[in-house]
T-cell receptor, first 114, second 108 residues
């Protein structure tokens, strides 16, 4: 049982390049989330999904797109990377009722945009 | 979500109990208190949550005051591996907001 797996773990992009971060969970969770964490700060919600085929904007959605074509996968895309998007990205998942067991987080993707 | 106030940092001795306070004076009746922690460079880890009653699991105990305006997370026997940032979150929403948390350093 792997839990939440994020791919890749590290990436360096040039300004203007695009990339997709993959999040996969094997717990049959309905809800999935993408957060970013900048140095010395808490996590900020980028986008989230309440089920297969659904997505919604979080606190800081600009510059990102997401897709949830399969229940187990949640993709985060950067169409034209900017240095301000240098951050650590965390994916998480939860059951519909988040209070049951809380979130399960992945180990993060460290992205640097130069 | 109710606003929470946590100390910026705290130290505790290895083997002793660590008591982490959280104030949430504007909490509403259907909001839960969640605690997560984040060990350096890792994703946050769920610890415990509660609504009104005190809760205990294999990781920690959560004490919520009777008026629910504050709570305390207790790590009964802190180890060096408990050094982390601890987040107190109060919400009735499935979307969690993580603030700055309390940086806890366990010293040998």
């Amino acid at each position: 049982n792997a839990g939440v797996t994020q791919t890749p773990k590290f990436r360096v992009l040039k300004t203007g390049q695009s990339m997709t971060l993959l999040c996969a969970q094997d717990m049959n969770h309905e809800y999935m989330y993408w957060y970013r964490q900048d140095p010395g700060m808490g996590l900020r919600l980028i986008h989230y999904s309440v089920g297969e085929g659904t997505t919604a904007k979080g606190e800081v959605p600009d510059g990102y797109n997401v897709s949830r074509l399969k229940k187990q996968n949640f993709l985060l895309g950067l169409e034209s990377a900017a240095p301000s998007q240098t951050s650590v990205y965390f994916c998480a998942s939860s059951y519909e009722e988040g209070a049951v067991d809380g979130y399960t987080f992945g180990s993060g993707t460290r992205l640097t945009v130069v | 979500d109710a606003k929470t106030t946590q100390p910026t940092s705290m130290d505790c001795a290895e083997g002793r109990a660590a008591n982490l306070p959280c104030n949430h004076s504007t909490i509403s009746g259907n909001e839960y208190v969640y605690w997560y922690r984040q060990i350096h460079s890792q994703g946050p880890q769920y610890i415990i949550h509660g609504l009104k009653n005190n809760e205990t699991n294999e990781m920690a105990s959560l004490i919520i005051t009777e008026d629910r305006k504050s709570s305390t997370l207790i790590l009964p026997h802190a180890t060096l591996r408990d050094t982390a940032v601890y987040y107190c979150i109060v919400t009735n929403d499935y979307k969690l907001s993580f603030g700055a948390g309390t940086t806890v350093t366990v010293r040998a």
